[in-house]
């Protein structure tokens, strides 16, 4: 009969070897959950780590168009006050057109009238006109005294002027003079 050899050594290696094995693959078993929560709990903090850095990098993006735009804000700002003016302006000249056109034109013939009213006789220098108020100022000159006054009424008494206004006469070498200060009046 054969004899049976048992080798008890290598059958306690076996199985301590087999239990080896088994408390790895269980301690592993227990490791991989734990392991798999840190790797994902590392690639959370690293998606919130990246998307921090971009909304920072944003939000410097921000600040510095916003710095940018203070000078393109208070250009803007100074072009609206302009164009305020602008219209304010543009408003005075509309205003001022229609207050001119109430008043007759300064023409020739009306330059021409009012040299008429004095006849041969008077001389007229005219100095300045305002459109605004409607105000002529020019100068009377005659060789005689008494024809001043007469002119005076002859321009009171036309229909050209509202009032008629003058300072009193000065006498000189050449004769006498006047200066008058007339408002147009208003067309009928």
Request: hydrophobic content about 40%; aromatic content about 10%; proline content about 2%.
């Amino acid at each position: 009969m054969a004899m049976k050899q048992n080798n008890f050594y290598l059958r306690w290696q076996k199985a301590a070897g087999a239990a080896k094995s088994e408390t790895r693959s269980r301690e592993m078993q227990a490791l991989i959950p734990g392991l798999a929560v840190v790797a994902v709990a590392m690639l959370g903090w690293g998606g919130l780590t990246l998307h921090t850095s971009m909304l920072t990098s944003q939000r410097q993006d921000i600040l510095n168009w916003c710095t940018d735009q203070a000078e393109a804000f208070q250009a803007s700002t100074r072009d609206a006050e302009e164009a305020a003016l602008f219209r304010s302006l543009s408003d005075y000249a509309g205003g001022m057109t229609d207050l001119l056109g109430s008043y007759p034109d300064v023409t020739s013939s009306l330059l021409h009238r009012i040299e008429a009213a004095g006849g041969a006789s008077i001389t007229i220098q005219f100095t300045d006109y305002n459109a605004a108020t409607g105000e002529l100022l020019f100068n009377a000159n005659s060789s005689q005294v008494i024809d001043i006054p007469t002119y005076i009424r002859s321009l009171q008494s036309c229909g050209v002027f509202s009032t008629v206004s003058y300072t009193g006469y000065n006498a000189g070498d050449d004769g006498y003079s006047i200066d008058l200060r007339c408002v147009l009046a208003a067309p009928q």
